[in-house]
């Protein structure tokens, strides 16, 4: 099983529709990050977490929000989808008491789609 | 210009060839670099860490140059299943200032 669990792994929806991306893990880790990727473009930083108590807003942040339910689960909301929104979104977690900074490991993405 | 810039590539190289693939950064305070591999629709995964003295794994030899601000992957009798994107990655500073290349992607072919 993963370390780190994103769900769901594919979806399709509707512009305007609620969309939510959740992400569980089990390393222990008490760090947590939501990234987007697209084609030549690298992967962004929509929010970050760094514990329950503390969110963060990243590169992209607008159109997105955030939960850190507990120090596992950490989701992510598009409130009213659009097309643009369109991207493969990667969960991360990092320990910041052990490895490098920037050391970070990723759940196996979900992609979104957006008609 | 962009933070961490890469060669998109792709990379087209035989079995057993020697391939370099290069990044440069903007931020002269990043502390900490990495090579990533990212495989055709799935998640990063570390592949090694740079470190100024430069470090071997393997077929796999990456450099830094603080100086040109410049990081190299060097791979070694390259395999099919070397096959992948990679990407360059610089942090200066906590797990957030982690700023990912768009990658490079290989094709290894027999």
């Known amino acids: 099983d993963a370390d780190v669990t994103q769900t769901p792994r594919n979806r399709i929806t509707k512009t305007g529709k609620r969309i939510m991306l959740e992400c569980s893990q089990t390393?222990?880790?008490?760090?947590m990050y939501w990234y987007r990727q697209d084609p030549g473009l690298g992967l962004r930083l929509i929010y970050y977490s760094f514990d329950v108590k503390d969110i963060n807003k990243g590169e992209i942040s607008d159109g997105y929000s955030v939960s850190r339910q507990a120090q596992a689960k950490f989701s992510l909301s598009l409130e009213s989808a659009i097309p643009n929104q369109t991207a493969l979104y990667f969960c991360a977690t990092s320990d910041s008491n052990r490895g490098h900074p920037g050391e970070l490991f990723f759940g196996e993405g979900s992609r979104l789609t957006v008609l | 210009r962009k933070e961490v810039e890469q060669d998109p590539g792709p990379f087209n190289v035989p079995e057993g060839a020697t391939v370099a693939f290069n990044c440069t950064y903007s931020?002269?305070?990043?502390?900490?670099f990495f090579w990533y591999r990212q495989d055709c629709r799935k998640e990063p995964k570390l592949l090694m860490s740079v470190y100024s003295s430069g470090n071997e794994d393997g077929r796999f030899t990456a450099q830094l140059n603080r100086a040109s601000q410049y990081i190299s992957l060097l791979i070694r009798d390259s395999k099919l299943s070397d096959s992948a994107t990679y990407l360059c990655?610089?942090?200066?500073?906590?797990?957030?200032?982690?700023?990912f290349g768009a990658g490079t992607r290989l094709f290894v072919k027999a």
């Open positions: 931020n002269s305070a990043s502390q900490s």
């Open positions: 990655v610089v942090n200066s500073g906590g797990g957030f200032k982690t700023i």
């Open positions: 390393k222990g880790h008490d760090r």
